[in-house]
């Protein structure tokens, strides 16, 4: 099936359950408790669409860009195989080891390389990154039959077409072990089963597992284009992925700045603020109001370091967060979090636009972020 | 000359109704009326009448109806009665064929061809009355990316944000000069701008003294005759506006006859009293962008870099191409002025030929500036047949941060739209510099009809943005998913960005 014929619809409807769980000190762990907690929340998805992201399963090939790949056909992969040989040093191919599962049915071709972008085609780290995200796009725009479900460094993106823990079990999850572990349950409106369209999304580093309809799609997705960004999948998903890579990574904004970005805060609330205070919200809300996240939503973005939790300015979707210890938990509901951990304690529900960030306290692969501090911001602890 | 000319309207008096208070004779300032004392009987001039209707709205018995003239010419699809009527005219006067507010004839009205999206189910649709519902815009050139210092609780903003104009509702009055209008009507729009948290605009007509203490809620127009122009009216406007052209006269300059120009009009745009008021039809110190890039800076320069600058163009075949060179000219806020705009006075043959609609100019100029990759950099403000709220929506949802709205606020005002302003005799009390017509628009009740229409308007959109399941006007602003086509061409679709109804 074209890509362009399975969404006749501007953008896709669902519902949907979202689970994160960190351990912030790096500690890894395997996705048996993540598949438990997910498919907790059985009754937010509807068998057509789950996916887990992990990072920190490739230890081996830490420097490399792992893509894991998807194809309709054979010859969709011979041409991406020739695309990524033309930019890339190709350090690893393989098929992703699967099983037979129940409820997981036509599974396309899954295959992952580790990729190392040809010296001469680029200069310094940040052109890297910028080379890596083209050459998603190209893939995901120009190869027909072809999409790239993750493009990160140690990390990967698992989903496809079913129930989510179907989805773990299929790909074996039990037998990889991470320090981040981010999954999704859908239940899709109008989406005709499509692996790619299944959560996380994600480009390069970031992953978004999202429940919600962005109202503001639209004009998302048209300020996210005048930076190069092409929405292939008609997915809001999709665009906070874009969002979070534009303000994050080329802008280098915080995740604070980005979360009063996408979930703002309101005219009233900001002129009672301080006058420096005020003047950074409104500039932020001036500059970047077309990427105002309008309309009910919650999600999990995530990369190496961070987990980040943020529902909508007005909190039209539930999300919950927890902490035990090392662990991290942000979750659609409250039950799969005590279910996978039966000592914590603490849990909290975040206001509506307040993120929620947990942070790698020292991540043995990334030296230079060793120091750095957990935050988390308790709900009583509002801008 | 024997004239061959019709009347345009029929006064149709009953007579058992009418008491001879005298009062349409009094209102009439085209002397249709007249009260015969012998006969104790009002008798009316039919070919006078310019159907205005204030007779009829103020005869305190109901006895006047105004209608339009029924009768009809041999039947011709060619040869109608609108097209002998302006031949005889100009056959009787050697003139141009002059006419008032915007262009009445049937191009296709895009807002009507247009309907908006509303959530079910998915998403939940926000309540107005409950929740809050933002409408406040900014307008003015947004960088690219912001730069933000300090730490959390002590941050600074490191990007210097140029001036912006602050609205709390995405309308603006459009560009009337005084001297179009009376002084009282200007009055009229600068309070209910102040009162409503919007703009007005001068026009070219320069600013009364009077009215300074409204500058925090002026736009001050710099046109090509640059009347009324000087340090002080900088220094008093909220924003500055290049008037480039106008979608009711594209290409034409103004005038303004001599025997407007009182004493005030004299003074206010610094000519003198009683000669014409001529506007060149370009600017004589912009023939090209550049020109005109010098203009902004020179703006922007004295006023101390402290006002954004807006330039206003007709929408015309190509405005997507000039928009984009205005932006790169450094203007903060590109005003479109579409074929439907209203004018004081045009050529009637310029006002209903020259021009395109401006929902189509709008989408080509905001899709233009986004493919360049510079939308950020200037607002888009659209005029010309903004008739209501659901055309606010989907305009902003075309691509517009805010709408100007001529005709409509002076409709608010009392005006009938009945075509006449250039006689400068309306009844009205709107386009004149009669002081005995004038006097009957009171500023006050004229400001409170305004603030009521954009209060009206106000509740609208958040009606809709609500339905649309969104509550800030930013994210309808450009998402012209929620915008579908009903009837149109593939083409149409194609220009508007929009999907047909259905798909």
């Known amino acids: 099936m074209l890509r362009e014929a399975r969404f006749r619809d501007d953008k896709e409807f669902s519902g949907c359950s979202i689970f994160g769980m960190m351990n912030v000190r790096g500690e890894r762990f395997n996705g048996e408790p993540v598949i438990t907690a997910i498919a907790n929340m059985k009754e937010r998805s509807n068998g057509l669409g789950g996916g887990f992201a992990a990072y920190g399963i490739y230890p081996q090939y830490a420097e490399l860009y792992c893509f894991h790949m998807m194809y309709d056909h054979q010859g969709a992969k011979e041409e991406t195989e020739e695309f990524f040989r033309s930019r890339f040093e190709v350090e690893g191919a393989e098929v992703i080891p699967i099983r037979e599962c129940e409820g997981v049915d036509d599974p396309p071709l899954l295959w992952r ?70 999954a999704h349950g859908r239940f899709p409106t109008n989406t005709q089963g499509w692996w790619g369209g299944a959560h996380p999304f994600n480009i390069l580093d970031w992953s978004v597992v999202h429940n919600g309809e962005i109202s503001s799609y639209g004009i998302n997705r048209r300020y996210l284009e005048m930076f190069g960004y092409i929405c292939t999948l008609h997915t809001d998903t999709e665009v906070i992925a874009y969002g979070v890579d534009l303000l994050l990574r080329r802008h280098g904004l915080s995740i604070r700045d980005m979360a009063r970005i996408f979930a703002a805060p309101l005219w009233t609330e900001i002129d009672r603020m301080p006058p420096r205070e005020r003047e950074v919200h409104t500039a932020l809300r001036q500059t970047y109001g077309s990427l105002l996240l309008n309309g009910p939503f919650s999600v999990i973005i995530s990369n190496r370091h961070q987990m980040i939790g943020l529902t909508d300015r007005i909190r039209l979707r539930p999300l919950v967060a927890g902490r035990n210890g090392d662990f991290m938990y942000i979750s659609s509901e409250e039950a799969p979090i005590h279910l996978v951990d039966d000592t914590l304690r603490e849990t909290w529900i975040p206001q509506g636009g307040e993120p929620i960030v947990a942070e790698l306290r020292k991540a043995a692969e990334e030296p230079e972020e060793a120091g750095a501090q957990v935050i988390t911001i308790p709900a009583t602890d509002r801008a | 000359m024997k004239s061959y000319l019709l009347p345009q309207f029929l006064v149709d008096r009953d007579d058992y ?3 001879r208070c005298e009062v349409c004779v009094r209102q009439c300032a085209f002397d249709v009326h007249w009260y015969d004392g012998e006969e104790d009987a009002v ?16 005869c305190p018995t109901n006895a006047l109806v105004v209608r339009h003239n029924p009768t009809q010419h041999p039947p011709n699809a060619n040869w109608t009665k609108e097209v002998l009527q302006n031949i005889y005219k100009q056959a009787e006067t050697g003139g141009v064929l002059l006419t008032g507010m915007g262009c009445d004839k049937p191009y296709p009205i895009y807002w009507d061809r247009i309907v908006l999206d509303a959530s079910q189910v998915t998403n939940p649709s926000i309540d107005p009355l409950r929740e809050p519902m933002e409408l406040r815009t900014y307008l003015g050139a947004k960088p690219d990316a912001l730069k933000i210092g300090g730490k959390e609780g002590k941050l600074s903003l490191e990007t210097r944000i140029t001036p912006q104009l602050k609205l709390e509702t995405p309308i603006m009055f459009s560009a009337i000069s005084y001297g179009a209008i009376s002084y009282n009507a200007c009055e009229s729009l600068a309070r209910a701008a102040a009162e409503a948290g919007t703009y007005y605009n001068t026009g070219e007509g320069g600013l009364h003294r009077n009215l300074y203490k409204y500058g925090d809620h002026t736009i001050c127009q710099v046109a090509s005759g640059r009347f009324g122009v000087h340090a002080d009216y900088l220094e008093v406007a909220a924003a500055l506006e290049i008037k480039i052209g106008q979608g009711a006269k594209p290409g034409i300059g103004g005038h303004l006859p001599g025997e407007k120009v009182s004493a005030e009009i004299s003074r206010t745009r610094m000519i003198p009293k009683g000669t014409d008021a001529l506007s060149p039809a370009p600017h004589h110190d912009i023939y090209s962008i550049e020109d005109l890039a010098q203009l902004i800076y020179a703006l922007k320069e004295a006023t101390h870099w402290e006002k954004p600058v807006s330039v206003k163009i007709a929408a015309v075949h190509n405005s997507a191409a000039i928009a984009s060179g205005m932006v790169r000219a450094g203007a903060d806020i590109i005003a479109l002025d579409g074929i439907r705009g209203g004018t004081g006075a045009a050529p009637t043959m310029i006002r209903d030929n020259v021009g395109i609609p401006i929902e189509l100019a709008l989408a080509a100029v905001d899709d233009r500036l986004r493919q ?21 929506v989907k305009a902003i949802a075309l691509g517009a941060d805010a709408v100007y709205i001529g005709t409509a606020a002076l409709v608010a005002l009392g005006c009938h739209v009945c075509q006449k302003c250039y006689t400068g005799k309306c009844n009205w009390g709107i386009a004149t510099q009669d002081p005995y017509l004038s006097k009957r628009l009171n500023p006050e009740v004229g400001a409170r009809r305004l603030v009521n229409l954009l209060n009206a308007w106000s509740h609208e959109i958040m009606e809709m943005l609500g339905g649309m399941g969104i509550n800030a006007i930013e994210s309808l602003r450009g998402n012209r998913l929620r915008l579908r086509g009903v009837g149109l061409t593939q083409e149409e ?4 960005g929009i999907k047909h109804a259905g798909a």
């Open chain 1, 113 to 182: 390389y580790f990729l190392r972008p040809r010296e001469n085609l680029v200069c310094s780290e940040e052109d890297t990154d910028d080379f890596v995200v083209q050459a998603v796009m190209h893939v995901n725009v120009k190869i027909e039959g072809a999409f790239v479900f993750s493009s990160g460094k140690n990390m990967g993106v698992f989903k496809g077409v079913g129930f989510p823990e179907d989805i773990g079990r299929f790909f074996r999850l039990e037998e990889y072990e991470g320090y981040t572990w981010v």
């Open chain 2, 17 to 19: 109704r009418c008491i």
């Open chain 2, 43 to 58: 008798f009316a001039d039919e070919s006078k009448c310019v159907g205005c209707l204030r007779c009829v709205t103020l």
């Open chain 2, 372 to 392: 360049e990759g510079i939308r950020n950099r200037a607002s888009i403000v659209v005029a010309g047949g903004i008739r209501s709220s659901a055309d606010v």
């Open chain 2, 493 to 496: 679709l194609d220009i508007l």
